[in-house]
């Protein structure tokens, strides 16, 4: 079996179960986890923190993990600071990249999705602390709703 993730607007997370096969050896897919993602801002790199996800594991299992949002699970830890209309750009060193994205932006518990293009955004021009949600998944290339992995990963950042 394997498991999809759908996510709401709200980021809850629902596990829905649907028939595929386990095998990492026909989706690509490597490691018991999904790979490490980094934002890149003025030529310094920061990692994310991983949320909820589903990966088809090494030993030939799906394993789904839910987890809170990006702002409870940032609410220890200190957004970066950035300027106004900075580039940022977001890295994943996997070989395999997934084939759907999604960037979600919250803002005072109002939450928008971001444009990316070539795997880059553009930071707020008003200040403010903003948490983010990258959302990305390997679709299968034939059964269109096919997931073989997803993952969710949470930053913040504070424009001053």
Do not use: R
Not at 11 to 37: A, H, K, Q, Y
């Amino acid at each position: 079996m394997k498991k999809f993730v759908v996510v709401s607007a709200l980021l809850l997370v629902f596990i829905l179960s649907g028939c595929g096969d386990t095998s990492t050896e026909n989706n690509g897919l490597s490691g018991d986890t999904p790979p490490n993602v980094s934002i890149e801002i003025d030529g310094e790199s920061y990692e994310t923190i991983l949320g909820s996800y589903c990966w088809d594991t090494s030993k030939g299992e799906s394993e789904c993990v839910d987890t809170a949002g990006p702002v409870d699970l940032l609410k220890d830890k200190e957004p970066l600071q950035i300027k106004a209309g900075e580039e940022i750009k977001l890295n994943m060193d996997y070989t395999l990249k997934p084939n759907k994205m999604h960037l979600s932006q919250i803002k005072n518990d109002d939450e928008m999705e971001i444009e990316v293009n070539d795997n880059q955004f553009t930071a707020p021009d008003e200040k403010g602390t903003y948490f983010y949600s990258y959302g990305v998944w390997w679709m299968d290339e034939e059964d269109e709703g096919l997931s073989h992995g997803d993952a969710f990963y949470a930053f913040s950042l504070e424009v001053k």
